[in-house]
């Protein structure tokens, strides 16, 4: 599937503003306003189109400059009350880490505004997941896909705490907090681990706000995984993996060259920063750092896995999920990039054989072993996709 001449413009004029090279970027004369507008919420960038589009150019200025008010007004309400719940966990000893979003916007460019969010991710210790997501619940936040029955609000609590990752909103506001529980060991989705990351961690602070996170070589490590599990699916998370990649090189570099722990299965880190290059190349931005380059050239298959990214980045959220419409590309892209051949197997297996959190969420109230989910799995995807197919995407199968 070839990029639409809105997103591929969306993403030469995204570039040129955050200081890369990119391709022509001259408007299609077949641009379509409204495919832009929809391209641009698709891939979080509303804001960054209206301070990045020239101002001579025939377009709905005022569309956008609303769009991007009211993006910012959400963002400063998150800001808020995220700044409010790390207080609450600084004074109960809750060790936190802010990761992404915000945290990223400041360590990149010095204000939080500067990308686009809609949530805030906080990482805590796994063994203080119970106590945030009590605290979380004292300070007035909801479960977002959850619902509290008659039940013991004790075994309740429990019960969903196994999932370590728990979505929040404000009552009667769409500011919403991710908390996500985390091992000493392993950050999940990164090659070390919580205590790790804590000890190295950073303060980073603009806008009015200060945030603790990780280290500036470890998050970009963490947003580039992050990117490729979803396939690099929207423009902000290559942008933001391309910025982090190239601002901090010698952190990155030392980074990749550490020995990997055997009991990291997930993304080789390496392997995705080789097929993160070529996946830049085919978008035409640039311009890599070398070691990018020389990383692409030693993985013979990097290009062949940046067309399947460049493919699922062609597709972003227009239909079945935010992953892109043909499966068969990411379950390729991602088992070319696992590590280990028993976890490689599992993410092909992909989204059919493993639970996640929308199942366990929406099926929370079965009252049934965690591991109950690994047999109902197949049940739940069919039922999901044939939903998906006949009554249209539903909103909140937003991950």
């Not at 599937?1 to 408007?27: C, H, K, N, V």
């Not at 989705?189 to 603790?212: I, K, L």
């Amino acid at each position: 599937m070839s990029i639409d001449p809105e997103t591929r413009w969306l993403t030469a004029l995204g570039a040129t503003y955050r200081g890369f090279e990119a391709g022509a970027q001259a408007m299609p004369s077949s641009l379509d306003e409204a495919r832009l507008l929809d391209a641009a919420s698709r891939h979080k960038s509303v804001s960054l189109l209206y301070h990045a589009v020239p101002s001579d150019l025939p377009l709905p200025y005022e569309e956008l400059k609303r769009l991007s008010s009211s993006r910012r007004a959400v963002q400063s309400w998150i800001l808020n009350d995220g700044s409010a719940v790390l207080e609450a966990f600084e004074r109960e000893g809750v060790r936190a880490l802010t990761v992404k979003g915000p945290a990223l916007a400041i360590q990149l460019w010095g204000n939080p505004h500067e990308r686009e969010f809609r949530d805030m991710d906080i990482l805590v210790p796994h063994k203080d997941f119970y106590r945030a997501v009590r605290l979380m619940l004292d300070l007035g936040f909801v479960c977002a896909d959850y619902q509290i029955r008659d039940e013991d609000f004790d075994s309740w609590l429990r019960r969903i705490v196994k999932i370590r990752h728990l979505a929040f909103r404000k009552k009667g506001l769409p500011v919403y907090l991710e908390i996500h529980g985390r091992s000493p060991s392993s950050l999940g989705s990164a090659p070390f681990g919580f205590d790790e990351a804590w000890n190295t961690s950073v303060v980073v602070s603009g806008g009015g706000y200060a945030f603790r996170t990780l280290e500036p070589g470890r998050h970009a490590l963490y947003v580039l995984i992050h990117g490729a599990e979803h396939s690099w699916c929207q423009l902000h998370w290559v942008l933001d993996s391309l910025a982090m990649l190239t601002k901090y090189e010698p952190e990155v570099q030392e980074q990749l060259a550490r020995p990997i722990p055997a009991s990291y299965t997930f993304l080789d880190p390496k392997a995705t920063a080789a097929v993160f290059a070529g996946l830049v190349e085919r978008l035409g931005l640039g311009p890599l750092p070398e070691y990018l380059i020389e990383l692409k050239c030693r993985k013979p298959d990097a290009g062949v896995l940046a067309i399947l990214a460049e493919r699922n980045f062609a597709d972003a959220g227009l239909s079945l999920s935010q992953i892109g419409a043909n499966r068969r590309h990411r379950v390729v892209f991602l088992r070319g990039l696992t590590r280990g051949a028993y976890r490689q197997y599992l993410r092909s297996a992909g989204d059919f054989f493993l639970p996640n959190d929308l199942d366990l969420q929406a099926f929370s109230k079965w009252h049934l072993p965690y591991l109950a989910y690994f047999f109902l799995r197949p049940f739940l995807f069919v039922v999901r996709k044939l939903k998906i197919r006949l009554l249209g995407k539903d909103v909140n199968v937003h991950l």
